[in-house]
């Protein structure tokens, strides 16, 4: 059984730039949640996909948008960088309806 | 709204010492309770969790008792490891209508020497 793998493992991009973060989900899940984790603190829920649909949403704003693919991967892109982007971007898969979440290594980015 | 507190670290033990960290929650509802490690360079992973009023959830030697009426999630062992070092996440599960996110702590390092 594959695990959660996320691309690239780090990046930076420049402030105002664009950026597209990708995660294959573990075989079985059909759920793809994205999370922000900044340098010392507890990972902050962005949104979730399930069936190809955004599937809840936590407080970020319209810049960050996602995709849910037939396969169950995901992108997760942001527009517009910011400094305050840099963080550990944590993709986690899941079966809807169930609590079980395996998440991935992450994407380190870095805005400059 | 739902939120988790965990205790401030750094915790920093010998070998063979007891552990402690501590987690309280608010919440509408009865959230699902978890607890992850993260270890240097990685992403997380599922320690243990609870999903109702004083279910325990263990594992390698942690454990953790839901408990309803003081709120409360908190992680022990009786005995850590020097591979036990690195950062413990409690986390509550907040389900809606449109899916189901998870509510993380600030996370707690723990350090252990020989």
């Known amino acids: 059984e594959t695990g959660v793998t996320q691309s690239p493992t780090h990046l930076i991009k420049t402030r105002g730039q664009q950026v597209t973060l990708r995660c294959s989900s573990q075989s079985g899940h059909n759920t793809v949640s994205w999370y922000q984790q900044a340098l010392g603190q507890g990972p902050q829920f962005i949104f979730q996909?399930?069936?190809?649909?955004?599937?809840g949403r936590g407080n970020f704003p319209p810049r960050f948008s996602g995709l849910q693919f037939p396969n169950y991967s995901s992108e997760l892109n942001v527009n517009a960088l910011e400094l305050d982007d840099s963080a550990l971007y944590l993709c986690a898969s899941s079966s809807q309806g169930a609590e079980g979440y395996t998440f991935g290594s992450g994407t380190r980015l870095t805005v400059v | 709204g739902n939120s988790v507190t965990q205790m401030e670290g750094p915790v920093t033990l010998s070998e063979e010492a007891f552990l402690t960290i501590n987690c309280t929650y608010t919440a509408t509802g009865y959230p699902s309770l978890f607890w992850y490690v993260q270890y240097p360079g990685e992403g997380l992973q599922l320690l243990l969790k609870a999903t109702k009023a004083d279910d325990k959830g263990s594992n390698k030697g942690f454990e953790a008792t839901y408990r309803k009426e003081t709120t409360s999630f908190h992680l022990e062992k009786g005995s850590v490891q020097v591979s036990d070092s690195a950062v413990y996440f409690c986390?509550?599960?907040?389900?809606?209508?449109?899916?189901?996110?998870?509510?993380f702590g600030k996370g707690t390092t723990l350090s252990v020497s020989s």
């Open positions: 986390a509550l599960s907040s389900a809606n209508q449109a899916g189901t996110a998870l509510i």
């Open positions: 996909y399930y069936r190809e649909e955004e599937n």
